[in-house]
């Protein structure tokens, strides 16, 4: 069942008019911090641990 399905429970149509569509927005924050992780975590390049971060020398 669609979660905006107001003809199987009108009661969340009733909820989303007073409080907001707490799910959409629990979903649009989820996908916007995993957006942050994927642009800020690079797991790309594996390196030793211990291993030196810049240029071999």
């Known amino acids: 069942m669609p979660a905006n399905d107001a003809t199987q429970a ?4 009733t909820l989303v008019q007073e409080q ?3 799910v959409a927005t629990a979903r ?3 996908e ?3 957006q ?6 690079d797991f790309s ?3 030793r641990v211990g291993a030196p971060a810049g240029p071999a020398s």
Do not use: Q
Request: glycine residues 4%; aromatic residues 4%; hydrophobic residues 30%.
């Open 10 to 13: 009108p009661i969340y149509h």
């Open 28 to 30: 649009e924050t989820a």
């Open 20 to 22: 907001g569509d707490v």
């Open 45 to 47: 390049t594996p390196t």
């Open 32 to 34: 916007e911090i995993k």
């Open 36 to 41: 942050t992780a994927e642009d800020v975590l």
